[in-house]
Protein backbone atom coordinates (compact mmCIF):
# COMPACT_ATOMS: atom_id res chain seq x y z
CA UNK A 1 0.00 0.00 0.00
CA UNK A 2 1.43 3.18 -0.64
CA UNK A 3 2.05 5.65 2.45
CA UNK A 4 3.87 8.83 2.46
CA UNK A 5 5.43 10.07 6.05
CA UNK A 6 6.23 13.80 6.96
CA UNK A 7 7.79 12.80 10.68
CA UNK A 8 7.90 16.37 11.20
CA UNK A 9 4.52 18.16 12.49
CA UNK A 10 5.74 21.69 13.05
CA UNK A 11 8.69 23.37 12.34
CA UNK A 12 9.48 27.04 13.37
CA UNK A 13 12.90 29.30 12.28
CA UNK A 14 13.86 32.38 12.39
CA UNK A 15 14.03 34.40 8.96
CA UNK A 16 17.00 33.81 6.86
CA UNK A 17 17.48 30.41 8.49
CA UNK A 18 17.38 27.21 6.04
CA UNK A 19 14.92 24.80 6.74
CA UNK A 20 14.57 21.42 5.65
CA UNK A 21 10.81 19.39 5.43
CA UNK A 22 11.66 15.55 5.30
CA UNK A 23 9.26 12.99 3.37
CA UNK A 24 9.29 9.56 3.22
CA UNK A 25 7.26 7.66 0.92
CA UNK A 26 6.44 3.64 0.32
CA UNK A 27 5.03 2.74 -2.80
CA UNK A 28 5.00 -1.09 -4.49
CA UNK A 29 5.27 0.68 -8.14
CA UNK A 30 7.90 1.14 -10.11
CA UNK A 31 6.60 3.73 -11.53
CA UNK A 32 5.09 6.56 -9.50
CA UNK A 33 4.97 10.12 -8.87
CA UNK A 34 6.01 12.79 -6.34
CA UNK A 35 4.80 16.25 -5.26
CA UNK A 36 4.84 18.94 -3.17
CA UNK A 37 1.88 21.43 -2.16
CA UNK A 38 2.08 24.36 -0.51
CA UNK A 39 -1.03 25.76 1.50
CA UNK A 40 -1.08 28.83 3.14
CA UNK A 41 -3.78 29.82 5.73
CA UNK A 42 -6.03 30.63 3.11
CA UNK A 43 -6.22 26.84 2.14
CA UNK A 44 -5.80 27.01 -1.16
CA UNK A 45 -2.87 24.24 -2.52
CA UNK A 46 -0.34 25.74 -4.27
CA UNK A 47 1.44 23.43 -6.61
CA UNK A 48 5.39 23.28 -6.08
CA UNK A 49 6.90 20.65 -8.13
CA UNK A 50 6.41 16.82 -9.31
CA UNK A 51 8.94 14.35 -9.83
CA UNK A 52 8.48 10.73 -11.50
CA UNK A 53 10.26 8.01 -10.23
CA UNK A 54 12.52 7.85 -13.16
CA UNK A 55 14.46 10.75 -12.43
CA UNK A 56 16.36 11.11 -9.24
CA UNK A 57 18.14 14.32 -10.54
CA UNK A 58 18.17 17.13 -7.75
CA UNK A 59 15.83 20.31 -9.00
CA UNK A 60 16.51 23.75 -7.72
CA UNK A 61 14.25 26.77 -8.21
CA UNK A 62 14.85 30.04 -6.40
CA UNK A 63 15.34 29.56 -2.93
CA UNK A 64 13.49 25.90 -3.12
CA UNK A 65 15.34 22.61 -3.43
CA UNK A 66 14.81 19.25 -3.60
CA UNK A 67 16.49 15.68 -2.95
CA UNK A 68 14.99 12.66 -4.20
CA UNK A 69 16.66 9.36 -2.74
CA UNK A 70 14.81 6.67 -3.89
CA UNK A 71 17.61 4.11 -2.09
CA UNK A 72 16.09 5.72 0.84
CA UNK A 73 12.59 6.33 -0.64
CA UNK A 74 12.63 10.22 0.07
CA UNK A 75 12.47 13.09 -1.34
CA UNK A 76 13.18 15.90 0.94
CA UNK A 77 12.30 20.14 0.46
CA UNK A 78 14.59 22.38 1.37
CA UNK A 79 14.04 26.30 1.36
CA UNK A 80 16.82 28.38 1.79
CA UNK A 81 17.05 31.59 3.07
CA UNK A 82 13.77 31.37 4.27
CA UNK A 83 11.10 34.61 4.65
CA UNK A 84 8.15 35.34 6.43
CA UNK A 85 5.85 34.85 3.52
CA UNK A 86 7.44 30.88 3.50
CA UNK A 87 5.03 30.34 6.83
CA UNK A 88 2.23 27.51 5.35
CA UNK A 89 1.59 24.32 5.92
CA UNK A 90 3.79 21.76 3.37
CA UNK A 91 2.59 18.51 2.05
CA UNK A 92 4.42 16.00 0.16
CA UNK A 93 2.12 13.41 -2.08
CA UNK A 94 2.46 10.20 -3.66
CA UNK A 95 0.56 9.26 -7.11
CA UNK A 96 0.81 5.72 -8.59
CA UNK A 97 1.09 4.74 -12.22
CA UNK A 98 2.13 6.39 -15.43
CA UNK A 99 0.13 9.68 -15.66
CA UNK A 100 1.56 11.40 -12.66
CA UNK A 101 -2.21 12.55 -11.98
CA UNK A 102 -4.14 9.82 -10.52
CA UNK A 103 -5.56 9.96 -6.89
CA UNK A 104 -2.78 11.72 -4.61
CA UNK A 105 -1.92 10.08 -0.92
CA UNK A 106 -1.08 12.89 1.10
CA UNK A 107 1.02 12.95 3.95
CA UNK A 108 0.16 14.82 6.94
CA UNK A 109 2.41 18.22 6.33
CA UNK A 110 4.48 19.82 8.02
CA UNK A 111 3.42 23.42 9.42
CA UNK A 112 6.20 25.47 9.25
CA UNK A 113 6.74 28.85 11.05
CA UNK A 114 9.03 31.31 9.75
CA UNK A 115 9.36 34.43 12.78
CA UNK A 116 10.60 37.51 11.60
CA UNK B 1 -2.47 28.57 -17.25
CA UNK B 2 -5.47 26.02 -16.23
CA UNK B 3 -7.59 27.00 -13.48
CA UNK B 4 -9.72 25.14 -11.55
CA UNK B 5 -12.69 27.04 -9.98
CA UNK B 6 -14.71 26.06 -6.84
CA UNK B 7 -18.29 27.22 -6.09
CA UNK B 8 -18.85 28.24 -2.87
CA UNK B 9 -15.54 29.38 -1.14
CA UNK B 10 -17.31 29.60 2.08
CA UNK B 11 -20.89 27.88 2.87
CA UNK B 12 -22.72 27.92 6.37
CA UNK B 13 -26.04 25.30 6.84
CA UNK B 14 -28.29 24.12 9.34
CA UNK B 15 -27.81 20.70 10.34
CA UNK B 16 -30.55 18.90 7.64
CA UNK B 17 -30.12 20.32 4.67
CA UNK B 18 -28.06 19.90 1.64
CA UNK B 19 -25.12 21.67 0.23
CA UNK B 20 -23.77 21.23 -2.98
CA UNK B 21 -20.52 22.61 -4.24
CA UNK B 22 -19.20 22.95 -7.68
CA UNK B 23 -15.55 22.38 -9.21
CA UNK B 24 -15.59 23.69 -12.56
CA UNK B 25 -12.16 23.50 -14.85
CA UNK B 26 -12.30 26.87 -16.84
CA UNK B 27 -9.93 25.83 -19.40
CA UNK B 28 -9.35 22.28 -20.50
CA UNK B 29 -11.86 19.34 -20.12
CA UNK B 30 -11.83 17.11 -17.41
CA UNK B 31 -12.14 13.55 -17.74
CA UNK B 32 -11.50 12.79 -14.49
CA UNK B 33 -11.50 14.83 -11.27
CA UNK B 34 -11.03 14.16 -7.38
CA UNK B 35 -12.59 14.96 -4.29
CA UNK B 36 -10.94 15.38 -0.89
CA UNK B 37 -11.86 16.26 2.55
CA UNK B 38 -9.51 18.10 5.18
CA UNK B 39 -10.49 17.87 8.08
CA UNK B 40 -9.02 21.14 10.34
CA UNK B 41 -4.81 20.76 10.51
CA UNK B 42 -5.13 17.52 9.17
CA UNK B 43 -4.39 16.10 5.78
CA UNK B 44 -6.34 16.00 2.62
CA UNK B 45 -7.98 12.31 2.33
CA UNK B 46 -9.45 12.05 -0.92
CA UNK B 47 -13.38 10.82 -0.61
CA UNK B 48 -14.08 9.65 -4.62
CA UNK B 49 -12.76 9.98 -7.78
CA UNK B 50 -15.20 11.22 -10.39
CA UNK B 51 -15.13 10.23 -14.26
CA UNK B 52 -17.34 11.96 -17.08
CA UNK B 53 -20.11 10.31 -17.65
CA UNK B 54 -19.79 7.10 -15.01
CA UNK B 55 -20.32 6.85 -11.43
CA UNK B 56 -17.94 7.87 -9.00
CA UNK B 57 -15.50 5.79 -7.46
CA UNK B 58 -15.76 6.05 -3.54
CA UNK B 59 -13.19 5.30 -1.05
CA UNK B 60 -13.69 3.16 1.97
CA UNK B 61 -15.41 4.54 4.27
CA UNK B 62 -17.26 7.28 2.59
CA UNK B 63 -21.25 7.01 2.37
CA UNK B 64 -21.66 7.48 -1.19
CA UNK B 65 -25.54 7.97 -0.58
CA UNK B 66 -24.39 11.14 1.55
CA UNK B 67 -21.35 12.67 -0.45
CA UNK B 68 -23.57 12.73 -4.40
CA UNK B 69 -21.32 12.98 -7.02
CA UNK B 70 -22.23 14.27 -10.61
CA UNK B 71 -19.41 14.60 -13.32
CA UNK B 72 -21.77 15.24 -16.19
CA UNK B 73 -19.84 17.47 -18.23
CA UNK B 74 -16.24 17.43 -18.77
CA UNK B 75 -15.68 21.07 -17.24
CA UNK B 76 -18.22 20.15 -14.09
CA UNK B 77 -18.14 18.13 -11.58
CA UNK B 78 -20.40 18.59 -8.00
CA UNK B 79 -20.67 17.23 -4.76
CA UNK B 80 -23.90 17.28 -2.64
CA UNK B 81 -23.29 16.15 1.21
CA UNK B 82 -26.84 15.46 2.03
CA UNK B 83 -28.35 16.08 5.54
CA UNK B 84 -25.16 17.73 6.56
CA UNK B 85 -24.09 17.38 10.09
CA UNK B 86 -21.55 19.10 12.20
CA UNK B 87 -19.41 16.68 11.73
CA UNK B 88 -19.49 17.30 7.98
CA UNK B 89 -18.11 20.25 9.15
CA UNK B 90 -14.98 20.30 6.93
CA UNK B 91 -12.97 22.09 3.64
CA UNK B 92 -13.52 19.91 0.71
CA UNK B 93 -10.69 20.54 -2.04
CA UNK B 94 -11.51 19.04 -5.56
CA UNK B 95 -8.81 18.64 -8.35
CA UNK B 96 -8.74 17.75 -12.07
CA UNK B 97 -7.51 15.88 -15.01
CA UNK B 98 -6.71 17.50 -17.95
CA UNK B 99 -7.69 15.26 -20.29
CA UNK B 100 -5.27 16.79 -22.95
CA UNK B 101 -2.03 16.69 -21.38
CA UNK B 102 -2.76 14.74 -18.39
CA UNK B 103 -1.38 17.37 -15.49
CA UNK B 104 -3.70 17.63 -12.28
CA UNK B 105 -5.02 20.63 -11.01
CA UNK B 106 -6.21 21.95 -7.56
CA UNK B 107 -9.19 23.93 -6.41
CA UNK B 108 -9.16 26.72 -4.23
CA UNK B 109 -11.12 24.86 -1.81
CA UNK B 110 -14.72 25.44 0.02
CA UNK B 111 -14.95 25.66 3.15
CA UNK B 112 -18.30 24.22 5.02
CA UNK B 113 -19.76 24.81 7.86
CA UNK B 114 -22.62 22.91 9.13
CA UNK B 115 -24.30 24.46 12.42
Known amino acids: AQKVTQAQTEISVVEKEDVTLDCVYE???????LFWYKQPPSGELVFLIR??????QNEISGRYSWNFQKSTSSFNFTITASQVVDSAVYFC?????????????FGKGTKLTVNP | GAVVSQHPSRVICKSGTSVKIECRSL??????MFWYRQFPKQSLMLMAT?????????EQGVEKDKFLINHASLTLSTLTVTSAHPEDSSFYIC???????????FGEGSRLTVL
Open chain 1, 27 to 33: TRDTTYY
Open chain 1, 93 to 105: ALSEGGGGSEKLV
Open chain 2, 50 to 58: SNEGSKATY
Open chain 2, 95 to 105: SARDGGSGELF
Open chain 2, 27 to 32: DFQATT
Open chain 1, 51 to 56: RNSFDE
